[in-house]
């Protein structure tokens, strides 16, 4: 980590990490590196080893996170170097309404006799409390995927360390600019780089973060070996992405709490999930130590699965599709997966707000949730 960014706030961070050094002629950006071998002496050694393009990114969110940073090629990537480390048979936590693709490997790895896996609401403190005895890894996504649900995560991660449990944390929807759970004692943060950090929707990428130099030398040795490494095209496009990304979640935060405001009283909603809203059950946990709540929203339709649907295909400035973070908005109805998490209302549209003029979007919105009611 740079010792010129501490004590900048993370708004400049995305601007000045991961720069190379300010030489005469020197480049202000890093450079696309696009070898697969080097010359002996050094500390890459091998293309699947290393990559300055690699470095530079992982560097940036390194500044972000608090904590040494590997790319991986995905976020599901990313996910899975975590539970390689498990040995067979631990005994992992995980959020009941997480992500569809952590569910899915969970589900496998437990088929398997890999591992054991209890599935909590992360926002019962007290159920998740009673749950760590005998744990092995606690996972928490905060907010969730899709239902956004927030974990009381400065009670929770010290807990968990006082018992000699693991924990990690997918930072995806709060982005290091809301929390920053390794400076809460977590060992891991993952984040899917795909979403806020490049935000443009156009790579996939994840990311891994600790402070633990032992933790990340295994991951290391993970991805150096399991071949799991992201192309330099690709993580260059990130950092580029990554120099707007406070500008980008400022106003796609600002666009989602102005939605969930308006669609509280929206005939076709029956209810909106957004921790920004006071009256949303996870406001009072979330406001202790979050420094904004996303710009991911939920809602649940009025008349089922199938007006949901109507809703989601009658949008024109919203798009119908899967994934988040980018600058445009989308929206789509989640149980159209057939793994999605059998606790998810079949009606819940998830929204991930974008950066367009907050009018354009209320008024696609509102129409389209209309067309759904007839």
Known sequence: MSESLDGLHPDTQVVAAGRPPRTADGNLNPSISLSSTNHPGGPIGYGRFGNETWSALESAIEALEHGKTLLFPSGMAAINAIFDLLPIGSVVTASRNGYTGVMNVLASRERNGQLEVRYVDVSNTAEVLAALPGTSLLWIESPTNPALEVADLPTIIPAAKNLGIGVAIDNTFATPLLQQPLDMGA????QSVTKYLSGHSDILMG????KD???????????KFGGAIPGPFEAWLALRGLRTLALRFERAQANAMELAIRLQSHPAVERVRYPGLPTDPHHATAIKFMAGFGAVLAIDVKGGA????????SSKLVTYATSLGGVESLWERRHRWGSESPTIPVNLVRIAVGIENIEDLWRDIDQALRVSQE
């Open 306 to 313: 199938a007006a949901a649907d109507k809703a989601c295909e």
């Open 187 to 190: 060992d891991f943060v993952m």
């Open 207 to 210: 990311s891994v973060s600790t």
């Open 213 to 223: 130099a032992g933790l990340f030398n295994r991951l290391s040795d993970i991805r």
